[in-house]
């Protein structure tokens, strides 16, 4: 185990709260990066690239602590989907959602004493069909705009939400599993289903 203080280098407070649940405390705050996917890159590469990054650029200000970033897209027809940058390209977004399944991709990245450790999951999730009443009653409530492919499973969006395969923590931002084994290989003092 290491005395080393947890840093979440994220702005989320959705991560945070998310830690919280499994009993890991931290500190931390956003990094601003350039979040443009390369060219030809894929959803799996895009996220796991950019929880390094924003891990690296916390690391570079917080060496004495372990580092963790995370980033969460979601892919449809190959494409990559961020957060929507205005009201068309949120209501856009959710009319591609209506009534079919699309992937949400999670990447964690944990900087501490193994060095950098990167994990990515994939979690499907199928929406019900949706009317243009209900995508535009939904982009003004104000949910979607800070959330990637334009919705919350975790709020009022779960009631598009017909059913998921794969991890629910990870959809919201954070896969508690995958978290929990790689801060415990960097020494961080997890629960992990029995008390040491
Ligand atoms: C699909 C989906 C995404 N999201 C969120 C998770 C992420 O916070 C956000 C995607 O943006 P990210 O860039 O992954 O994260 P962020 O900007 O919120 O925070 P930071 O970069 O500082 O860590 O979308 C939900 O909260 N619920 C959902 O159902």
Known sequence: ????????????PRRKALLADIGVQCEGEGVDIDETPLEAEGGCAYVSRLAAQKA?????????RIILGS???????????????DRADGLAMLKR??????TVMT????????????????TEVF???????????????????????????QGLGAVFVSRIEGS??????????????????????????VDE
């Open 1 to 12: 185990m290491t005395t080393m203080p947890l840093w979440l280098a994220s702005g989320s």
């Open 56 to 64: 690296s650029v916390a690391h570079e200000r917080h060496s004495d």
């Open 71 to 85: 980033d969460t897209a979601i892919t449809l027809d190959g494409e990559i989907l961020g957060k929507p940058c």
């Open 97 to 102: 959602l209506s009534g079919r399944r699309h």
């Open 107 to 122: 990447g964690v990245a944990v900087i501490g004493p193994a060095g950098l450790l990167c994990d990515v999951v994939s």
């Open 127 to 153: 929406f019900r069909r949706l009317t243009d009443e209900e995508c535009q009653a939904y982009w003004d409530t104000g949910e979607p705009v800070d959330k990637a492919g334009g919705y919350a499973i």
């Open 168 to 193: 629910y923590s990870s959809v919201v931002g954070l896969p508690l599993c995958e978290t929990a084994a790689l801060l415990a290989q960097q020494g961080v003092p997890v629960w992990q289903g």
